[in-house]
Nanobody, 120 residues
Framework: QAQLVESGGGLVQPGGSLRLSCAAS????????MGWYRQAPGKQREWVAA???????NYADSVKGRFTISRDNAKNTVYLQMNSLKPEDTAVYYC??????????????WGQGTQVTVSS
């Protein structure tokens, strides 16, 4: 079993920046893709960004050019740098990771979520 713990959410004014972190721990042999999703009130969870173990990245059109995903494989941690934040970025942000454990079992894990509120 593994766990993902997010941090870094909060309240920020429009145009501001936040950096989210998500650290994986537990029985981890390796981590494949890692990513971020978000869910705004009354809406379905949507994909935001993803990064492969080799560092290739992809972004939703709504955040392209403003958000940057990165990872530190030595720390089993994924980051989301969010710049030029807009009120419509307000949501609970969740990280996701595909983790291979020492039993050769591959499973997707979710963090508990961290609230990001963009408001003046």
């Amino acid at each position: 079993q593994a766990q993902l713990v997010e941090s870094g959410g909060g309240l920020v004014q429009p145009g501001g920046s936040l950096r989210l972190s998500c650290a994986a721990s537990g029985s981890i042999f390796s981590i494949n893709a890692m990513g971020w999703y978000r869910q705004a009130p009354g809406k379905q969870r949507e994909w935001v960004a993803a990064i492969t173990s080799g560092g290739s990245t992809n972004y939703a059109d709504s955040v392209k050019g403003r958000f940057t995903i990165s990872r530190d494989n030595a720390k089993n941690t994924v980051y989301l740098q969010m710049n030029s934040l807009k009120p419509e970025d307000t949501a609970v942000y969740y990280c996701n990771a595909e983790i291979l454990d020492y039993s050769d079992y591959l499973m997707g894990y979710w963090g508990q979520g961290t609230q990001v509120t963009v408001s003046s």
